[in-house]
C-alpha cells in the first residue's frame, strides 16, 4: 500500500532535494542555487519506490537535463521557452514553446508580433491581471496563468498490481505521459505509441539519448483519425488494450472517435493527464504548470526562479505510472485523472523556499542520467505487423 507523504521531516525534505539533481537546476546563474519548497522530491522517491524498488524517482525528476546539459536559468526555464513575468497584480508563467505560440503570444497581447514576442508579452503582463491573462489563455489554448495555487484534489496509489504481459497503448507525448509508459514497460508491459501523421511527439525533435532512453522497446504506429481506416485502427487498439495512456483534453479524443468511459466500462484502466483535470480547458507543459502552480524558488533579489526542469512533467509521470500499476477501486476499469497543476499544489502545503548556506557544489548532487537499453522506434515504425500482432485488419 502506497503512504502519501505529509509534511515531511525538515532534514529529510532537504535531504531528497540535495540529492535529487534538482539543486543545481534552481536560482539564477552566478548565484548559489536554492533548495526548492515543500516535498515533491520525497513524494518521487516515494512513486519510484512503489513503482519498482530499485528506481529512485527524486533522481528522475533532473534526468533529462542530463542528457542536454542544461543548466539553471532564473526567470527563465532551464530549457529557455518559459518565462515567469511580473503582471500587474503578481507573477505569471507563461510559455512559447511550439511553432505556433508567437501567433499565439500576438493574440494574447492583441498584437501582430515580430521577432522576439517576450518585450512586448512582458510589458502586457505588467500593464493587466493575472486573470485576464488567465481568460485569454484558456480561449486561446496557449500555455500561461498567473501564480496561483489551486487546490485540485488528486488520486493517490492503491495496493500494487502486476502490469506483466498487459497491453499498454500509449497516445501521450512530451515526457509525463512516457515516462509512464516507459516505467510500465520496464515492468513487463508491452507497450504500442501511438502518433498522428499531423502531430508527431514532439520530443522526437528533443535531445535523441533521452527519447530513446523513454522509448526503447516500445512499438509505434502512425494513424490518421480523419480517415475511416484510421479512426478503426484506433478503436481497435484501445478495444485491446488494458492500459491507455493519453495527455489530451476529452474533446480531442472524441474527435478522434474514443470514449474514455467506454473503455472503462468494457475494462480498461485509463490513465488521463491533462494540465488542470479533465473538466478545465487550459493546457500547460511542466514548466509554466510547476511555476503557476507555486513550486517556484527566489533568487537573492526576491525574484521568482523556475525549480528545476519542467518538474511537473516527470513528478506527473511517476505517479501516473503507480496508479496505473494500483488496484483500481472497483475492481474493474476505472479513470485516473491526473492534474499536473493539483498534484504540484499538493506538495507545496507549508515549507518555504531556503537558500543553501555556506554552499559547496560537492554538497549537491548533480543531474544524472541512465544507460538506455536501445534505440527508439522511428515515427511509425512497423505499422502493419504491430496492428497484426494485435489480430487488427490492416486495411
Known amino acids: 500500500m502506497f503512504t502519501w507523504p505529509g509534511a515531511a521531516n525538515e ?3 532537504v535531504l531528497d532535494w540535495l540529492s535529487s539533481g534538482i539543486v543545481p537546476l534552481t536560482g539564477s546563474p552566478g548565484q548559489p542555487p536554492r533548495i526548492p519548497p515543500g516535498n515533491a522530491a520525497t513524494l518521487a522517491r516515494s512513486l519510484g519506490t512503489f513503482v519498482n524498488k530499485d528506481i529512485d524517482g527524486a533522481r528522475l525528476l533532473s534526468e533529462r537535463a542530463a542528457f542536454t546539459g542544461f543548466t539553471r536559468n532564473g526567470a527563465i526555464s532551464v530549457g529557455g521557452s518559459c518565462r515567469i513575468l511580473p503582471t500587474l497584480d503578481g507573477w505569471a508563467a507563461v510559455s512559447c514553446a511550439r511553432p505556433d505560440d508567437p501567433v499565439l503570444l500576438g493574440a494574447l497581447i492583441s498584437s501582430n508580433l515580430t521577432g522576439d514576442p517576450w518585450p512586448a508579452v512582458s510589458t502586457w503582463l505588467s500593464e493587466n491581471p493575472g486573470s485576464e491573462l488567465a481568460e485569454r489563455a484558456a480561449l486561446l489554448g496557449l500555455a500561461g496563468a498567473p ?8 488520486p493517490s496509489p492503491t495496493t500494487r498490481r502486476s502490469v506483466d504481459g498487459a497491453l ?9 505521459g512516457p515516462l509512464c509508459a516507459h516505467l510500465l514497460g520496464a515492468a513487463g508491459a508491452r507497450v504500442v505509441k501511438v502518433e498522428t501523421a499531423t502531430r508527431p511527439d514532439g520530443a ?8 530513446s532512453l523513454l522509448h526503447a522497446g516500445h512499438e509505434s504506429v502512425v494513424l490518421d483519425p ?6 478503426s485502427a484506433m478503436a481497435a487498439l484501445v478495444e485491446c488494450a488494458d492500459i491507455v495512456i493519453e495527455a489530451s483534453r476529452p474533446r480531442a479524443l472524441a474527435g478522434f472517435g474514443l470514449d474514455a468511459n467506454a473503455a472503462v466500462a468494457s475494462g480498461t484502466t485509463w490513465i488521463s493527464i491533462t494540465a488542470a483535470g479533465r473538466d478545465s480547458p487550459r493546457i500547460g507543459f511542466g514548466d509554466d504548470i510547476a511555476a503557476s502552480s507555486g513550486l517556484i524558488a527566489h533568487d537573492g533579489a526576491g525574484t521568482p526562479v523556475f525549480v528545476g526542469d519542467a518538474i511537473a512533467d516527470p513528478l506527473t509521470g511517476l505517479l501516473a505510472a503507480a496508479l496505473a500499476m494500483s488496484e483500481t477501486p472497483s475492481g474493474a476499469g476505472y479513470l485516473w485523472d491526473i492534474s499536473m497543476a493539483g498534484l504540484i499544489a499538493s506538495t507545496l502545503p507549508t515549507h518555504p523556499a531556503t537558500k543553501i548556506q555556506g554552499y559547496d557544489p560537492r554538497s549537491v548532487a548533480l543531474p544524472c542520467k541512465r544507460a538506455s537499453t536501445g534505440t527508439a522506434p522511428p515515427s511509425g515504425a512497423d505499422t502493419e505487423s504491430v496492428l497484426r500482432a494485435l489480430r487488427i485488419e490492416v486495411p
Open 147 to 154: 501564480i496561483a495555487p489551486a487546490q485540485v484534489p488528486v
Open 11 to 13: 532534514d529529510l525534505r
Open 168 to 176: 499498454v497503448v500509449d497516445f501521450s507525448a512530451l515526457w509525463a
Open 204 to 211: 522526437r525533435q528533443g535531445n535523441i539519448e533521452f527519447y
Open 226 to 231: 480523419s480517415t475511416t481506416a484510421g479512426r
